[in-house]
């Protein structure tokens, strides 16, 4: 199949371009297949448990296979290992943490063993939550990167978003900062003084909507997404570029 197409696909269910690492983690062979044993390298046991468990809610088995028929927790478990930066990994390791907490104080008890109803009540809100919580970073990030940052107590970041906590930077040329009032993290270039990246902290909200984009994107890539779900054709035919959807019942992973 033709991966740019499906992943076009992919980015129209999820309302927003597909990510860089998620992109390079398709183009460059990593897919969603059926396994009938699943051997995690990225994940420990446990992660991985929870990883799947959420991927199950977020595309259940319907009349066609869901997240875990179509070998989705092996497809995120490669793109994080092979296509993720370290820092990208550490954050995402540790909202998976973050994400079991959450479950434990809301559910009262670990995701994976919470019923159905539960995990679906706890995975609806997140949704909600991160979504807020994306859109937030983002006018945070149009206002603030490439701005010059200077030193606490003389700042306007600081006057609207408080003291932030300093943490040590990956980079030991970068400064990093969270701030807890817009709940964003940022890091500054040393040399110029100027903020280079902001990035939500690693909590359950980052979880959720990093799996959701990684569990739809292995989906519809895979070949139960594009051909039971979507429609999918080898060679396509003649291009109708205005069809209503009733006439042909359901989108194109091919075109």
Request: with cysteine; hydrophobic share 40%.
């Amino acid at each position: 199949m033709n991966r740019r197409e499906a992943l076009q696909r992919a980015g129209l269910v999820l309302g927003y371009a597909v990510s860089a690492p998620v992109l390079a983690g398709i183009m460059n062979g990593c897919k969603a297949s059926p396994e009938l044993t699943y051997k995690p390298v990225f994940f420990n046991e446990d992660q991985a448990r929870i990883v799947e468990s959420l991927a199950q809610v977020i595309i259940p088995k319907t009349d066609t296979g869901g997240a875990i028929e179509a070998g989705v927790p092996h497809f995120i478990d490669q793109v994080l290992e092979q296509c993720y930066k370290k820092r990208d990994q550490a954050r995402y390791l540790e909202s998976i943490k973050a994400f079991d907490d959450e479950s434990k104080a809301l559910m009262g008890d670990s995701f994976i063993d919470l019923d159905e109803a539960k995990k679906l009540e706890l995975a609806t809100k997140l949704n909600k939550d991160a979504v807020e919580s994306s859109r937030n970073i983002e006018r945070v990030k149009r206002k603030l990167v490439g701005q010059l940052y200077t030193e606490p107590f003389s700042s306007d970041i600081h006057k609207e978003y408080g003291t932030p906590e300093m943490a040590t930077a990956p980079d030991s040329l970068e400064l990093k900062a969270y701030f807890r009032t817009g709940n964003f993290n940022m890091t500054v270039d040393k040399k110029t003084n100027k903020i280079k990246e902001i990035f939500g902290s690693p909590d359950a909200r980052h979880f959720f909507l990093t799996t959701k984009e990684l569990t739809v994107s292995g989906f519809f890539t895979s070949q139960i997404g594009a051909e039971q779900v979507l429609q999918y054709e080898a060679v396509p035919g003649a291009f109708h570029g205005c069809v209503p959807l009733s006439e042909v019942g359901k989108a194109w992973a091919t075109s």
